[in-house]
């Protein structure tokens, strides 16, 4: 079992992921990123099923942890265990109804096993400067916690065919997703949730919808066209 931490920084850096059961000085295992903006890090060799916090570091000091960053890793192969997830789309439009709806989700229990984007998550047309303030930074304390599985909506596609979406995700592309090609997630056989790779994006260079009018939470909301 592994997950994938993605996460960008404001400069160049190198980094460390430290995580285990256990927030704290007793991190059970860390793994590192060379210098540069972007990092991905996978952390393999994961008991599943299991809570694991973790903290992010660079140049001596923590850029994120707490009891925030955390993830769930999702049950052994031919588990039965039940799931929660939360899905929302057609809402990246900076909004107060936006902020609004995201509060909301934070404060859902039990805490959902994963989230999915339904698309058209960055309003109008998918720009790369407005993923921080219309996706990242809404539902930042979500994203630090919960493996995220987003699609494209049409919107998302118009800046440059969608480049901007396909920069900000790493996604399985065995499924024919478009995304980072060098990232590979495995979803269980009934394709109802990660089984032995999810992904986790947070964001540490920004601070760290769903319209309830169109769907209420945890139902599926239909992508605007």
């Known amino acids: 079992t592994a997950i994938t931490v993605v996460f960008k920084t404001s400069t160049a850096a190198a980094t460390t992921v ?11 295992s860390s793994k590192a990123s060379p210098s540069g903006t972007t990092h991905s890090v996978e952390l393999s060799g994961l008991r ?10 660079s140049g001596g000091s923590v850029i994120a942890g707490g009891e ?6 999702s049950p052994a192969a031919n588990a039965r265990t039940p799931f929660r997830f939360l ?11 936006q902020f609004d709806v995201a509060r909301r989700m934070e404060q859902i229990e039990p805490q959902p096993d994963f989230a999915l984007g339904l698309g058209d998550l960055v309003y109008e047309s998918g720009e790369w ?26 919107h998302d596609f118009k800046t440059s065919s969608g480049q901007p979406y396909k920069d900000a ?14 990232v590979h997630v495995a979803l269980g056989r009934s394709g109802r949730r990660a089984r032995a790779r999810q992904a ?5 260079h920004a601070p760290p919808a769903v319209l309830e009018g169109h769907a209420r939470l945890g139902q599926r909301e239909r992508a605007r066209r």
């Open 48 to 57: 599943p099923d299991t809570k694991y916090f973790y903290q992010v570091e």
């Open 68 to 73: 925030e960053c955390f993830f769930r890793t």
């Open 169 to 182: 995700f790493y996604l399985p592309t065995t499924t024919g997703a478009p995304g980072q090609r060098h």
């Open 87 to 97: 899905a929302w789309g057609d809402s990246g439009t900076g909004s107060s109804s």
């Open 129 to 154: 400067e407005n993923y921080d303030p219309r996706l990242f930074r809404p539902y930042a304390r979500i994203f630090a916690r919960t493996t995220f599985w987003p699609t494209m909506g049409n």
């Open 18 to 28: 430290r995580y285990g059961p256990h927030p704290g000085i007793a991190w059970e």
């Open 200 to 204: 986790l994006a947070v964001r540490v």
